[in-house]
């Protein structure tokens, strides 16, 4: 859906006002939102949320959820717009799919106002959809918190909750997967075994979140299993993989992401391209440079941009950093 905003993004100054926007919630509750009063609705004011109040209980439950959604959309398309205004106004929502998108609408925020409402909603919201999104944003703070970017307590706190969500078995297993995925940010000790049991799972699903916290956990004591999971059948395990061992920088899955780009569709093609630039070495450089004189052929514009990111992260990989010359030749 984020292809309906495209149009917006070099002409934000030219879109409709909040007050645009809000006479459109007003008098239209039966077809979609329109993309343009979607961007009216970025960066409100606490009046501004005031005045919206109203309008919005007064619309269905369907049309909340649509528009809900299309923000979603919005804001992925575009970082120049900003509603967390909004989403910290939903958080509360009687809609249970409000709330999880009101997290999503929240996923650049880092403040520890939206870290504790994390913690409270990942551990005590009736909806397992919403506590399952909570702990998916709970990464975020558990990889802050590895570099040193959250207060010790807070970190603690984070890891503990992830750790107990885990450990629940009464809990929903999309829950308890997305909690390991999360953990798998941390360094802490006991951490590898979580992951481990995690993949020993009879459910393909939690074994996926392992291999996608294989990748987080930046530890190369995972190498056997994810270049078995670069051979998987299944097309999420072999992306999780690929996307790990970029992660990981494992030189040894150079070969097999090579095959998963000759093989593979275009999503997995994408990862293997960006997992290349973050393992760098020679044989991926050529097949960068390769790919490039593809994508340049065939005016693919979306993929030489992907290409040149990835080129330019294999140089810093390899050393190659360009030598500037400051001598004063005056």
């Not at 997967?177 to 951490?191: K, L, M, P």
């Amino acid at each position: 859906m984020t292809d309906r905003f495209d149009e917006f993004e070099n002409d934000l100054d030219s879109q409709p006002t909040f007050e645009d926007a809000l006479e459109e919630l007003k008098t239209d509750d039966e077809s979609l939102p329109s993309p343009a009063m979607i961007v009216g609705l970025s960066g409100l004011s606490v009046e501004q949320l005031k005045q919206l109040g109203p309008v919005w209980d007064g619309l269905s439950t369907s049309y909340r959820r649509i528009l809900m959604q299309m923000l979603v959309d919005a804001s992925a398309s575009n970082f120049a717009l900003d509603f967390r205004p909004i989403g910290f106004a939903t958080l509360t929502s009687a809609q249970a799919d409000v709330r999880q998108a009101a997290i999503e609408l929240l996923a650049e925020d880092e403040s520890n106002a939206f870290l504790r409402d994390l913690l409270h909603i990942a551990q005590n919201d009736d909806a397992s959809n919403v506590r399952a999104e909570a702990v998916k944003a709970l990464g975020r703070f558990a990889l802050l918190g590895e570099m040193g970017d959250l207060r010790d307590d807070l970190a603690e706190t984070v890891q503990t909750t992830l750790l107990k969500i885990i450990g629940n078995a009464s809990e929903d297993s999309e829950v308890r997967r997305f909690a390991i995925e999360s953990i798998g940010n941390c360094t802490r000790e006991g951490v590898p075994d979580v992951i481990a049991e995690a993949y020993r799972n009879a459910d393909p699903n939690m074994r996926l979140s392992a291999v996608i916290a294989m990748g987080r956990s930046c530890d190369d004591r995972w190498e056997n299993q994810i270049l078995e999971e670069l051979t998987n059948n299944d097309n999420e395990f072999r992306i999780a993989a690929i996307r790990a061992a970029g992660e990981i920088q494992l030189d040894s899955a150079v070969r097999p992401i090579i095959k998963n780009i000759e093989d593979g569709e275009r999503d997995e093609q994408e990862v293997a391209i960006w997992s290349l630039g973050e393992i760098g070495g020679k044989e991926a450089v050529r097949t960068l440079e390769s790919l490039m004189a593809g994508a340049e052929d065939a005016d693919d514009a979306n993929l030489i941009e992907l290409i040149d990111d990835a080129l330019g992260n294999a140089s810093l990989v390899n050393g190659d950093f360009m030598m500037i010359d400051f001598t004063d030749t005056e």
